[in-house]
């Protein structure tokens, strides 16, 4: 069975200060990954998405940024956090691009302060 | 691009109650449609998808139904109970750019014994 994995849990982070988020697809050769973000008490905006390992593409730009350094691994940065970043981070997998099921992991819950 | 509107944005319900979400979207090339159930402080859990080529899909006390002339894709949950409690999200597939899911705003369900 595959398996998705998001660290840390929860971050309180400074504004201005650097960020990296993770997320391991495990059970899964080659998914589809993508990152969302949510506001509290809000709906879910794509930010990231990545078809195979070394591309990454951007469908929203909110200074930040998204690599894909193994094929289970997905990582979203940023040098210098606003407090606008503040939200729900959650990685999703797919096994294809067309009419598949998308899962999601548990988030990461950022608060900038 | 796709548009997806979703409402009521809360319903309360007495346990045993039905309580009915409804999605409207715009593209009518749209093949792909999920539902999700987001517990307070979780990710998502996917309830149930269903391809374009699908009316009626029945699981677990959920029932599906999906009008293609109406765009309209509906949430029924049958004998509600107080674990049903959560904000539920319809989710359309979109291949604009990669992007995997468009969300709906969500629906608050409180189900009261």
């Known amino acids: 069975a595959q398996t998705i994995h998001q660290w840390p849990v929860a971050e309180i982070k400074a504004v201005g200060s650097p960020l990296s988020l993770g997320c391991t697809i495990k059970?899964?050769?080659?998914?589809?990954l993508y990152w969302y973000w949510q506001a509290t008490g809000g709906t879910l905006q794509q930010l990231f998405y990545?078809?195979?390992?070394?591309?990454v593409e951007s469908v929203v730009q909110l200074n930040l940024s998204a690599s894909r350094p193994k094929d289970d691994q997905f990582i979203l940065s940023t040098e210098k956090l606003l407090l606008s970043h503040s939200g729900f981070y959650l990685c999703?997998?797919?096994?294809?691009?067309?009419?598949?099921?998308?899962?999601f992991g548990k988030g990461t819950r950022l608060t900038v302060v | 691009g796709e548009q997806v509107e979703q409402r009521p944005p809360h319903l309360s319900v007495r346990e045993g109650d039905s309580a009915i979400i409804i999605c409207t979207y715009t593209?009518?090339?749209?093949?792909?449609f999920s539902w999700y159930k987001q517990e307070a402080g979780a990710g998502l859990q996917l309830l149930m998808s269903?391809?374009?080529?699908?009316d009626r899909k029945e699981e677990q006390g959920l029932t599906v139904l999906l009008n293609k002339k109406d765009k309209r894709l509906s949430l029924n949950l049958t004998a509600a109970h107080p674990g049903d409690s959560a904000v539920y999200f319809c989710a359309v597939r979109a291949y604009q750019g990669g992007r995997a899911l468009i969300f709906g705003t969500g629906t608050t369900v409180s189900v009261s014994p």
């Open positions: 990545s078809i195979t390992v070394g591309q």
């Open positions: 059970g899964k050769s080659s998914p589809n």
């Open positions: 269903v391809l374009s080529n699908v």
């Open positions: 999703a997998w797919s096994p294809g691009t067309t009419n598949t099921e998308v899962f």
């Open positions: 593209d009518s090339a749209t093949a792909y």
